[in-house]
């Protein structure tokens, strides 16, 4: 109980905190929030919670149920996040969150007791939503001309279903970067993948000794593998592009076809070119995979990974701020240049209440994002989102604003054998390439058993 | 808050009553039958709860484990044996079948046998309860922790870079490059057989050596004034006598290898072909949904084991007839 207390207290004390913060932005910024105006033009007379709507001008009371995937911290930064929409509005946040959402909202749509709003687990989930009738469009709701404007394109795309938007993108997180040591390579940013590939072995030489291009950790416990699944993947949408990838994710493209295999082979490539080959990328955590990049003398030039590896480079690998700088994924076929392969919270609206309406715009706004961002652990969608911690997060926001084509994490997306089976076959083939070609067909029939309903 | 102290007492004190009032009850309706019917059902209805119990917890998901094995993967519709025919044709259960027959092999005979070997040894020795201390230690360690130990023993790095797993450091001293121990099959299952017998050696070598407390000197003293070595005392007096103990302690290792679980998936996760059959287990059941496959994997497990207890129950039979 006492800890309970304490921690409210704390919670309540960094709310505070931020809400000052953000009173002190706006007031300073030059666009008024359109979270007055949404709710004063709509008619707040039918409060979800129940409970009659304040009678006083712009606030709406009432409540808006909420269920979302994040806990703890995420959790914190969310509630942070509509803080100031509740100051503003009188209305009250009521949020779950629950690592299970994909059960609750498939069941909630066969019961019809649905939350107002709630994250939605990915894109074909929400097209399946859209299809049962339950999610509601909300091109009349947000302000269409600023969000597409701002947000990368991309992003817009994957929340549209039928030229209608069904889902915004709260936060976003971006993958595929080639982080390096500041010291160790100075060639300049690669502008394709086969110059990346010369740039780094002829830094590598340089250092000779034992050093290659790439150090590559595949070692996780139960889910081993899943560093280089994320490099076939990346191979896959920069190579292929999104249309094979989205088949490929769907289970309608073979793992033996031509696309997929050569994803594994440039992957082959990688390995082929990794400090200690692939024997060692097996033994090698991900977590210390970039260890290599600040030893003395340094075992590799680029590390493949997502911003979160910047925490690793510093406890595991002794680098300091300012010691180490990425690229983003380049181009590797010119048809599909800007794709990015990330990570992002789709948000949905199920109940069209005033309250729901008026929080679903807020959310959408630069303002209210600017919120999480600067709490840390997220990226914006957004341009107009400029309040990173530091500059790598707001270079890698700007990777994300760019990216032309945008795709979630295809392996998380696949059913969970498929998923399974595509982490060994990374472990088994970064273990012994010559067997790429049973490793594939086994896949296949794992795709056969696992899609089939 | 107040609804599950009142189930709590409910079933503290309402379970032992429920218990006491069945007997009460029982006994009262016996005495109104003729008294050769009370002597007959007697002896049933007092077991009957113990057996009710039994049937609910043990007999009944028994079947239902095998009903389910006959299903397919949303457990509704009857697939035949489709679930056993992929088990015995994939290639990766078939690797995870000749993993466990290795596993049963070399686990039993290497606990078995070092454990035998260090409690015959050190009931010569004034530090006896030392030396035992420390081989029974690390069966106080969960299988995880000594699985993380281990790894750390097994670590890798490439040659010319230090060396921060122990067994690697001492084999690039010895001037040999080092080893993927965890990764070069079929030497890594045994690696991996290396840390369960570590750990149940200690377990073995208890048990035995209470055994061997229990045999009377006077036998062993009896074969050394008849003039023989130590060697044929044990050959000819102490191990047939252990032997009993030596059956108990085999079939706990058969059991305990069949079961290997939790050594392979925090060391390996069952890849680089070290897979083993409760991992292949849960695998089927947790990660790909298919709980078809994992019950077929649970009554061939069961079906494995059913002959090694067979064996033992009929070893007790023997002891208590002889008795």
């Known amino acids: ?453 | 808050m107040d609804t599950r102290l009142v189930v709590a007492i409910v079933i503290v004190v309402g379970l032992p009553a429920l218990l006491i009032g069945y007997i009460l009850l029982i006994e009262a309706v016996l005495r109104l039958l003729p008294g050769r019917w009370q002597n007959r059902l007697r002896p049933w209805l007092w077991i009957a709860p113990a057996l009710s119990f039994l049937g609910f917890f043990l007999v009944y998901p028994t079947i239902n484990t095998v009903v389910l094995s006959l299903q397919d993967k949303f457990s509704k519709t009857f697939v035949g044996l489709a679930n056993y025919q992929y088990f015995f044709s994939n290639p990766d259960t078939l690797v995870s079948l000749r993993n466990n027959v290795i596993w049963i092999v070399l686990l039993t005979a290497l606990a078995v046998g070092v454990g035998l070997l260090i409690a015959v040894l050190v009931d010569r020795v004034r530090y006896e309860p030392a030396a035992k201390s420390v081989i029974f230690l690390p069966l106080a360690i969960s299988f995880v922790g000594a699985g993380i130990i281990w790894r750390f023993v097994y670590d890798y790095a490439p040659a010319g870079e230090p060396q921060t797993g122990l067994l690697n450091a001492a084999v690039t001293a010895a001037g040999f490059p080092p080893q993927t121990w965890l990764q070069d099959s079929p030497t890594n299952t045994i690696a991996l057989i290396i840390v369960a017998v570590w750990i149940w050696t200690g377990f073995c070598m208890v048990i035995l050596s209470a055994a061997l407390k229990g045999i009377s000197p006077e036998l062993m003293e009896a074969a050394r004034v008849d003039g023989a070595n130590e060697v044929q005392v044990f050959r000819r007096i102490t191990f047939p006598l252990l032997l009993p103990a030596v059956a108990v302690v085999a079939t706990t290792m058969v059991i305990t290898a069949l079961k290997a679980f939790d050594i392979v998936y925090v060391m390996t996760s069952g890849n680089f072909q070290t897979n083993v059959v409760a991992n292949q287990m849960y695998k089927e059941l947790f990660t790909n949904g298919q709980p078809g496959r994992a019950s077929a994997i649970a009554v061939v497990l069961l079906v494995l084991i059913v002959p090694v207890m067979f064996i033992n129950i009929r070893r007790f039979r023997q002891q208590e007839a002889i008795r």
């Open chain 1, 1 to 453: 109980m006492e800890e309970r207390i304490v921690r409210r207290s704390r919670v309540a004390g960094s709310l505070m905190a931020i809400t000052l913060l953000v009173v002190a932005c706006s007031s300073g910024g030059s666009s008024a929030s359109p979270a007055a105006s949404t709710p004063a033009s709509a008619p707040a007379a039918s409060a979800s919670g129940g409970e009659s709507p304040a009678a006083s001008g712009g606030a709406l009371g009432g409540s808006v149920s909420v269920i979302g995937t994040w806990t703890g911290a995420e959790q914190e930064s969310f509630m942070a996040m509509v803080k100031p929409w509740e100051d503003q509005t009188g209305a009250k946040v009521e949020y779950t969150g629950t690592r299970d959402i994909n059960n609750i909202l498939t069941t909630g749509i066969q019961s019809g007791l649905l939350p107002d709003l709630a994250g939605l687990p990915g894109p074909g989930q929400m097209a399946e939503y859209v299809q049962a009738g339950a999610l509601k469009p909300l091109n009349d709701v947000i302000d269409m001309t600023a969000y597409t404007a701002d947000t990368a394109p991309g992003l817009v795309t994957l929340g549209t279903v039928n030229d209608q938007l069904y889902g915004i993108f709260i936060k976003a997180d971006i993958k595929g970067l080639f982080w390096y040591n500041t010291g160790v390579y100075k060639d300049g940013a690669p502008a394709t993948y086969d110059e990346l590939l010369a740039k780094g072995k002829t830094t590598a030489d340089g250092i000779g000794g034992e050093a290659k291009t790439f150090c590559v950790g595949l070692e996780s416990g139960a889910a081993s593998g899943w560093p280089g699944s994320d490099w076939v993947e990346q191979f896959v949408l920069n190579g292929s592009g999104p249309d094979v990838y989205d088949k490929w994710v769907a289970g309608q493209q073979k793992w033996t076809s031509p696309e997929i295999k050569a994803a594994f082979e440039a992957f082959g490539n990688v390995i082929a070119n990794t400090f200690g080959g692939g024997k060692n990328a097996n033994a090698t955590n991900f977590v210390a995979s970039g260890d290599k990049l600040f030893s003395t003398p340094p075992g590799c030039v680029f590390v493949n990974h997502g911003t979160f590896i910047t925490d690793a480079f510093k406890k595991t690998g002794g680098a300091t701020d300012g010691q180490f700088d990425f690229y983003p994924f380049p181009t590797m076929n010119p048809a599909f240049a800007g794709a990015v392969e990330g990570s992002g919270d789709l948000f949905g609206m199920f109940n069209d209440t005033p309250q729901a309406k008026s929080l679903v715009a807020y959310l959408a706004t630069p303002e209210a994002q600017a919120i999480w961002v600067g709490r840390g652990g997220a990226l914006s969608a957004n341009k107009k989102v400029t309040s990173y911690p530091n500059e790598i997060l707001k270079k890698a926001a700007e990777a994300l604003v760019n990216a032309k084509t945008f795709r979630f994490d295809g392996g998380d997306n696949m059913p969970q054998a498929m998923q399974d089976a595509f982490f060994k076959a990374i472990v088994d083939y970064a273990q012994d390439p010559s067997k790429l070609d049973s490793i594939l067909t086994n896949l296949d029939s794992v795709q056969a058993s696992s899609y089939t309903p």
